[in-house]
């Protein structure tokens, strides 16, 4: 199954995708474009990531 045939590798490395759940949402005014800061929430843990 090939979803995007024009996709290739180093296109897909590229790529910043990230998941998160968003607890609010601001208007932010001073940017040059329509924009909003999206808050959520932090995570807190001692584990560390490798």
């Known amino acids: 199954m090939v ?3 024009s996709l ?3 296109d897909w490395q590229k ?3 990230r998941v ?3 607890i609010e949402v601001e208007d932010y005014p001073e ?3 329509p924009a ?3 808050l ?3 995570l807190k843990t001692n584990s ?3």
């Open 15 to 17: 790529l910043d995708i």
């Open 40 to 42: 959520k929430p932090t």
């Open 8 to 10: 290739l590798k180093d």
């Open 48 to 50: 560390k990531i490798n």
């Open 3 to 5: 979803l995007c045939p």
């Open 20 to 22: 998160g759940k968003i």
């Open 31 to 33: 940017a040059r474009k």
């Open 36 to 38: 909003y800061n999206l």
